[in-house]
C-alpha cells in the first residue's frame, strides 16, 4: 500500500518559516514529480511547488521567492521550505507524488500563520 506521510506544519507567527517533508513509499523509479499543494478554507487546492524526477522545479506565484523545494533520491523523500511566511499562507498542505500511472496525495499538514 502506497504511503505519503507528511510532517512539518504548525502553527507559526507572520514572518516565521516551517520545512515540511513528504516521505514516499513509491518505487522511485516510477515517480515523474513530487511536489506541495495547498487549500485554505473556501478555496481551491493550488500549487505551492513541485520538482520533476530530472530536478526542474515549478512554484506557484503566490510563493516565488519564499520557498525552496528539495528531493532526496535516497531516502524518497521531498522537502519544502517556506519562509516569511504570511496569514495567507494559512492553509492544508497536501504532498503530491505523480507517477507514470497515477497521483498519489498525502492526507495533509496543517500549516497556520498568526498575524
Known amino acids: 500500500q502506497v504511503q505519503l506521510v507528511e510532517s512539518g506544519g504548525g502553527l507559526v507567527q507572520t514572518g516565521g518559516s516551517l520545512r515540511l517533508s513528504c516521505a514516499s513509499s513509491i518505487r522511485i523509479s516510477s515517480i515523474r514529480t513530487m511536489g506541495w499543494y495547498r487549500q485554505a478554507p473556501g478555496k481551491q487546492r493550488e500549487l505551492v511547488a513541485i520538482?520533476?524526477?530530472?530536478?526542474?522545479?515549478n512554484v506557484g506565484d503566490f510563493v516565488k521567492g519564499r520557498v525552496t523545494i528539495a528531493r532526496d533520491n535516497a531516502k524518497n523523500t521531498v522537502f519544502l521550505q517556506m519562509n516569511d511566511l504570511e496569514p495567507e499562507d494559512t492553509g492544508r498542505y497536501y504532498c503530491?507524488?505523480?507517477?507514470?500511472?497515477?497521483?498519489?496525495w498525502g492526507p495533509g499538514t496543517q500549516v497556520t500563520i498568526s498575524s
Open positions: 503530491n507524488v505523480v507517477t507514470e500511472l497515477r497521483t498519489y
Open positions: 520538482i520533476t524526477h530530472d530536478g526542474n522545479i
